[in-house]
């Protein structure tokens, strides 16, 4: 089967996707298509041919046993057409068991600041039992980046590792290299025996006191020695470092400036080895030079004016400075172009973010800024495609769960958004500057939409708690729920959050009219003196928006217009995700109007649109109305539809009052003449313990024409006017009495 190149490409791609499946199955045939016709690539559109290489090297790496030869022959391939890139070398170096040393060397030396491939590299060494190089490139990564803990765990083992050698090797280790091995891992047994060592000169031996006294004694003996021994003695660095690490680790911030003395001015190298013996040696004398401890200094002080202080000018000084030490320094590029993006020049930060990573960005913190700008430039697509990735490459983070939950949001895929931020809230601390509140406010959004109040308000509560009382995420979060109480119909606790909006200035304009109809709907509720009356001039001439019908609505009901604003709710419950709300609305404004007409078409419209809204009170409503409207015939069936629909309200809940739904009934059945249901339904009513006068009259003149011979039935139904004392005319008592007669004379003579 012959291919076209982009065919060839297209096939890479499917086979990418199939390999992430672990579909491999479906692979084969594919991966024998791309070989066949692997010449059509050329070498014009190296990039193609980099899809090719890195597929495979993935491919290789699908399997428990690899063959590292042919995985290093692909990293050659992407070398020579220029492609190769950082994560290519992470790749295959973390084969560190297998790879070749001389792929560590090329790499280190083209990314020196990529932490993962020093890591893979210190891996190797200590498999290798190399510790003192292992040490050396380790002390270097946390030179670089202080917070790679992966690292500082690493050098832990390694140190103790070697320590171990010392300590049970036959020949005599060097003291110096043993106390600073016992130093790095606490090793307090160690120490001890160094307290006694007699080739450890005076200064250097009270490390060993020092230590000891942190490990064993409590804080407040620790100080007591600073401040009654150990403050007056010349201490070396180390213990001096010691010490400000104890106080500031129990947050005895005045004792730092005590103990540590003014800092060295970095002594660093230039960055012009030629081969990897001279970036070993580069590497050594940078940890010892205090260089990248200066470039980490601006990098921190940058951060925190960018990301707490929001203090341009010191993020401005920081870059500068700090990139005067290195311009190639990852992290402060990475900074630089968030505080370009932060400026909105996206085209110059997307430039540095390509230049950090050029020059050893992780592909982690790469994936992250794509994420973002997929994020600002609105391609959610993008950004599910870029988590996904980054997911694949490291755990999730606060971040990446934000950004795809979002994105999933946007999509209206709700379930799946709701399911990301369920998760994410209940396995990250949630501190006060993370996207937790961010994440709250959207899961809002989504119980809102799926009516679950109750987790509302929880998340309601748990943003609020983020916010400080005043600032405009905190009336953002109430102004929501200003519209969600008014949806639930609590008009006075809705009430309470928009008064109280309003009287701060944060009353958002488009709920206005949701509080001036609170006031207006419900007369107990005091109405501010600043809150203007609804006019004509308040209606939108040219509603659009879901929010525009229903204010629309809501001021026409104001203004007595009863039919304009039931018809403006309508519209608006069609655009509402929560239609049945809006149009239940729209029909208690028809009724208040007597609008007959429009609240059959309202019913009717929630009984096809919203059937899982229908009630019992909108049911009966439509019944009465068909009634009213003297629709015998579909009021019969609806009536009788609402006794099947709610047996348990209709014959043991219902209010027994004249216009009820037996009454209702036994009209219709009238009207219809049907006798039968007639008699049926009048007879139900007369078993209640009160029967209404009118009732039994009915009754009374049913008897008379349909059981004229029926003495007793006559009698009781009379019997029972008087009993219940309802007021009989004379003829009817004198009618009683003969009746008493008859039945006497005939059955009691």
């Not at 983020?466 to 639930?488: K, S």
């Amino acid at each position: 089967m012959s291919l076209t190149r982009k065919e060839v490409v297209q096939y890479i791609e499917q086979a990418h996707n199939l390999l992430s499946e672990k579909k491999f199955a479906e692979l084969n045939p594919v991966i024998t298509a791309i070989q066949d016709n692997l010449d059509v690539l050329g070498y014009t559109y190296p990039s193609d041919n980099a899809r090719y290489y890195r597929f495979f090297m993935l491919y290789m790496g699908a399997f428990e046993k690899v063959n590292i030869e042919v995985m290093h022959s692909y990293v050659e391939a992407l070398e020579q057409v220029g492609q190769v890139l950082a994560s290519d070398y992470e790749y295959i170096c973390s084969y560190y068991r297998t790879c070749p040393e001389a792929v560590y060397e090329k790499a280190l030396q083209k990314y020196p600041y990529n932490e993962t491939l020093h890591i893979h590299y210190a891996l190797k060494l200590q498999v290798e039992k190399r510790y003192t190089e292992a040490i050396s490139v380790l002390k270097y990564i946390l030179e670089c980046y202080p917070a790679t803990t992966e690292a500082r765990f690493l050098l832990w083992e390694v140190q103790s590792a070697q320590l171990d050698d010392l300590v049970t090797s036959t020949e005599e280790a060097d003291c110096y290299q043993l106390l600073d091995l016992a130093s790095a891992t606490h090793n307090l047994q160690v120490l001890k025996g160094l307290q006694l060592d007699t080739r450890l000169d005076k200064k250097t031996k009270l490390l060993t006191y020092i230590q000891v006294a942190i490990w064993e004694n409590r804080s407040v003996e620790v100080i007591e020695l600073w401040k009654s021994e150990w403050k007056t003695l010349d201490l070396t660095d180390q213990s001096r470092y010691v010490l400000a690490d104890y106080a500031k680790a129990f947050m005895m911030y005045d004792l730092v400036p005590q103990i540590l003395k003014a800092p060295q001015k970095p002594d660093f190298p230039e960055t012009d080895f030629t081969n990897f013996s001279e970036y070993k040696v580069f590497m050594e004398v940078l940890v010892n030079s205090g260089w990248q401890l200066a470039q980490h200094h601006y990098l921190l002080l940058g951060n925190a004016a960018y990301f707490h202080s929001n203090n341009s000018n010191a993020v401005e000084i920081c870059l500068k400075q700090g990139l005067a030490l290195n311009e190639k320094n990852p992290l402060l590029l990475n900074l630089k172009a968030m505080y370009l993006k932060s400026l909105n020049k996206y085209q110059e930060a997307g430039a540095i973010y390509h230049e950090a990573f050029r020059n050893g960005l992780t592909m982690d913190n790469y994936l992250l800024y794509l994420i973002e700008l997929n994020n600002r430039i609105e391609s959610y697509q993008g950004v599910l495609d870029t988590v996904k990735q980054f997911h694949i490459r490291h755990t999730p983070t606060l971040k990446s769960m934000f950004f795809k939950a979002r994105a999933l949001f946007k999509f209206h895929r709700d379930d799946e958004a709701l399911a990301v931020l369920n998760e994410a809230l209940q396995d990250f601390p949630l501190h006060s500057r993370s996207y937790a509140p961010w994440m709250l406010h959207y899961r809002m959004i989504i119980n809102k939409r799926k009516r679950n109040y109750t987790q509302y308000f929880i998340d309601q509560q748990a943003e609020i708690n983020y916010y400080v009382d005043g600032d405009d995420d905190y009336f953002n979060t109430t102004n929501l729920a200003v519209e969600t109480i008014f949806e639930q119909g609590e008009y006075e606790e809705c009430y309470k959050y928009a008064i109280y909006n309003h009287e701060q200035g944060k009353l958002a304009e488009e709920l206005y009219p949701i509080f001036q109809w609170i006031c207006f709907y419900d007369f107990l509720l005091e109405k501010p003196e600043d809150l203007q009356d609804v006019t004509e001039a308040n209606i939108n001439q040219q509603p659009e928006t879901f929010e525009d019908f229903r204010n629309n609505g809501l001021i026409y009901w104001m203004l007595d217009d009863h039919t304009a604003a039931a018809e403006s709710l309508m519209i608006a419950a069609s655009k509402a995700i929560n239609k049945a709300l809006y149009l239940k609305l729209a029909l208690t404004c028809a009724k208040e109007g007597f609008n007959n007409s429009l609240c059959l078409t309202i019913i009717e419209t929630i009984q096809k649109e919203v059937p899982e809204a229908r009630e019992f009170k909108t049911d009966y409503t439509y019944a009465n109305i068909l009634n009213d409207e003297q629709r015998h015939q579909e009021a019969y069936e609806a009536l009788l539809n609402v006794l099947k629909s709610y047996p348990e309200r209709a014959f043991f809940e219902f209010p027994k009052d004249f216009n009820n739904l037996l009454h209702t009934l036994k009209n219709n059945a009238k009207a219809l003449e049907d006798m039968g249901g007639y008699n049926k339904y009048i007879s139900m009513l007369l078993s209640r313990d009160n029967p209404i006068e009118n009732q039994l009259r009915e009754q009374q003149e049913l008897a008379k024409s349909q059981s004229e011979e029926d003495h007793f039935l006559q009698h009781n139904l009379m019997e029972n006017l008087a009993r219940f004392n309802f007021e009989m005319h004379p003829e009817e008592q004198e009618e009683l009495k003969e009746m008493k007669k008859r039945i006497k004379t005939a059955h009691f003579a």
